[in-house]
T-cell receptor
Framework: DTAVSQTPKYLVTQMGNDKSIKCEQN?????MYWYKQDSKKFLKIMFS???????INETVPNRFSPKSPDKAHLNLHINSLELGDSAVYFC?????????????FGPGTRLTVT | AQKVTQAQTEISVVEKEDVTLDCVYE???????LFWYKQPPSGELVFLIR??????QNEISGRYSWNFQKSTSSFNFTITASQVVDSAVYFC?????????????FGKGITLSVRP
């Protein structure tokens, strides 16, 4: 009965490769997010989708492309991986955007680029 | 623009001590929401509490209590009689109520170590 799940949990890959991280939520939420947590633990939003529509797109390199096939899924595809992309990526979901409701986070995907 | 400052970076206490984690925020919005999240060593982010800007009542949940003071733009978190399991990184976060594109802004986190 996992609320927000992500796969894989760990991802080790070489520079230049393309990789994807998948996220699914079974909370019935309308909004999903991707966050990046750097080595200093700083958390920053990357993207937000509401009902498959992109509503927040922070200054993220074009190599990062989110895709939402339906409101329960939000995947993150990263092209031409660079060393600086190494981080923990968190997926989250919440009820309708702009509402006061808290966001629930997935377990995170630790991406290591060598 | 909104900002969350957690001036303490690391705190170390001995079990059973009380500890307060400070959070100061900045926002121009009159309606906003404050949150605390816990990130234990296992890495997941656990939601602890949400507070609305128009509700200044303090809250207590077991050993945890939160003190929201609008006058000083602070939302501090106290753990009473700390336990080793409280060891984690604690994040304070702010979201202004400005519509669908309102973002959750996190502080840099406070690493709490509770020694037996």
């Amino acid at each position: 009965d996992t609320a927000v799940s992500q796969t894989p949990k760990y991802l080790v890959t070489q520079m230049g490769n393309d990789k994807s991280i998948k996220c699914e939520q079974n909370l019935g939420h309308d909004t999903m997010y991707w966050y990046k947590q750097d080595s200093k633990k700083f958390l920053k939003i990357m993207f937000s989708y509401n009902n498959k529509e992109l509503i927040i797109n922070e200054t993220v390199p074009n190599r990062f492309s989110p895709k939402s096939p339906d409101k329960a899924h939000l995947n993150l595809h990263i092209n031409s991986l660079e060393l600086g992309d190494s981080a923990v990526y968190f997926c989250a979901s919440s009820q309708v955007p702009g509402s006061p409701y808290e966001q629930y986070f997935g377990p995170g995907t630790r991406l290591t680029v060598t | 623009a909104q900002k969350v400052t957690q001036a303490q970076t690391e705190i170390s206490v001995v079990e059973k001590e009380d500890v307060t984690l400070d959070c100061v925020y900045e926002t121009r919005d009159t309606t906003y929401y404050l949150f605390w999240y816990k990130q234990p060593p296992s890495g997941e982010l656990v939601f602890l509490i949400r507070r609305n800007s128009f509700d200044e009542q303090n809250e207590i949940s077991g050993r945890y209590s939160w003190n929201f003071q609008k006058s000083t733009s602070s939302f501090n978190f106290t753990i009473t009689a700390s336990q080793v399991v409280d060891s984690a990184v604690y994040f304070c976060a702010l979201r202004a109520y400005t519509g669908a594109n309102s973002k959750l802004t996190f502080g840099k986190g406070i690493t709490l170590s509770v020694r037996p």
